[in-house]
């Protein structure tokens, strides 16, 4: 059964950084591209940033230059570093595979951004 944890949110202020985690099992991490997503008050869930088993990466253009995903295939655990925190990044962040069948969303892990 597959399982995404999120971990790594908090409360920062505009301009800092933080470094999300998610660690996924039941399902191997190398062999999915995945991504990860956002999804602020009130607004549709969004993907931000996704890597491919093969470690390509691209980017929503609201996050370009400023987030970089990455994996580590060992520990079956992608990670998503965001710097130059804006107040409008503030929103739950969950990882999910790429490409459909995604598995169960986890609880996420909340982002806010202060001024």
């Known amino acids: 059964q597959v399982q995404l944890v999120e971990s790594g949110g908090g409360l920062v202020q505009a301009g800092g950084s933080l470094r999300l985690s998610c660690v996924a099992s039941g399902r191997i991490v190398r062999f999915n591209a995945m991504g990860w997503y956002r999804q602020a008050p009130g607004k549709q869930r969004e993907l931000v940033a996704s890597?491919?088993?093969?470690?390509?990466?691209n980017y929503a253009d609201s996050v370009k230059g400023r987030f970089t995903i990455s994996r580590d295939n060992a520990k079956n655990t992608v990670y998503l570093q965001m710097n130059s925190l804006k107040l409008e990044d503030t929103a739950v962040y969950y990882c999910n595979f790429l490409i459909p069948p995604f598995g169960p969303w986890g609880q996420g892990t909340q982002v806010t951004v202060s001024s």
């Open positions: 890597i491919t088993n093969g470690g390509s990466t």
